[in-house]
Every structure is written in structure tokens, then in C-alpha cells.
């Protein structure tokens, strides 16, 4: 099996834990800059468009510079939650990280 097999086999399988999730929590490294921040917001508003319930947990609040990411005009705004270690909520269906090094 070579590498694109691989890579389409697990594209397919994360499309459908994606399909059948109720709850999908998206984040990005920390110190996270623009292209993290981006992928996190793009993949919120397809996933509220999908009618999942979508949250945004990263380690610290989104920098001013970053902040029209997810206060686009036109669209709800886009609650970012900072992780809070003690934090003990139950778990999604699935958790999505962008952008690791």
C-alpha cells in the first residue's frame, strides 16, 4: 500500500467521524498564530453549517491582531475558550488540532 493509499484511507475514515459527531472541539498550538487561528474558524463555521455543536479551545486568547477570524461580519461570532486545566467536561466525539510542528 503506498503512501496516497494511506492517506486517502484516513482522509475518508476522519470525514466520517466527522459525519456521525454531535460535538467537535477544534485547536491550535500555543502562541498560536495566523494560519492555526484560521484553520480553526474556517473548519467552526463549516462545521456549525453541518449542525454540529463546535467549540474552540485554545491555550491562550485569540491576540486583536488575529480577533476578525472570528468576528466576521455577516456570521455569530466565534466564542474562543481558554483551556483551563481543571477543566472536566464531558468528551466530544471528536477533537481536531491544526497546525502542529
Given at each position: 500500500?503506498n503512501?496516497t493509499?494511506?492517506?486517502?484511507e484516513?482522509?475518508?475514515?476522519?470525514?466520517?467521524?466527522?459525519r456521525?459527531a454531535?460535538?467537535?472541539?477544534?485547536?491550535?498550538?500555543?502562541?498560536?498564530?495566523g494560519?492555526?487561528?484560521?484553520?480553526e474558524?474556517a473548519?467552526?463555521?463549516a462545521?456549525?453549517g453541518?449542525?454540529?455543536?463546535?467549540?474552540?479551545l485554545n491555550?491562550?486568547?485569540?491576540?486583536?491582531?488575529?480577533?476578525?477570524?472570528?468576528?466576521r461580519?455577516?456570521?455569530p461570532?466565534?466564542?474562543?475558550?481558554?483551556?483551563?486545566p481543571?477543566?472536566?467536561p464531558?468528551p466530544?466525539?471528536?477533537?481536531?488540532?491544526?497546525?502542529?510542528?
Open positions: 500500500m503512501s493509499t494511506r492517506s486517502s484516513r482522509s475518508s475514515e476522519l470525514l466520517s467521524k466527522i456521525s454531535q460535538t467537535v472541539w477544534l485547536t491550535t498550538h500555543p502562541q498560536a498564530d494560519d492555526g487561528l484560521a484553520c474558524a473548519m467552526a463555521h462545521l456549525k453541518l449542525g454540529k455543536n463546535t467549540k474552540i491555550f491562550e486568547p485569540i491576540s486583536a491582531k488575529y480577533r476578525f477570524l472570528f468576528e461580519p455577516g456570521q461570532k466565534l466564542n474562543v475558550a481558554v483551556f483551563d481543571d477543566l472536566d464531558a466530544p466525539d471528536v477533537f481536531i488540532l491544526f497546525d502542529t510542528k
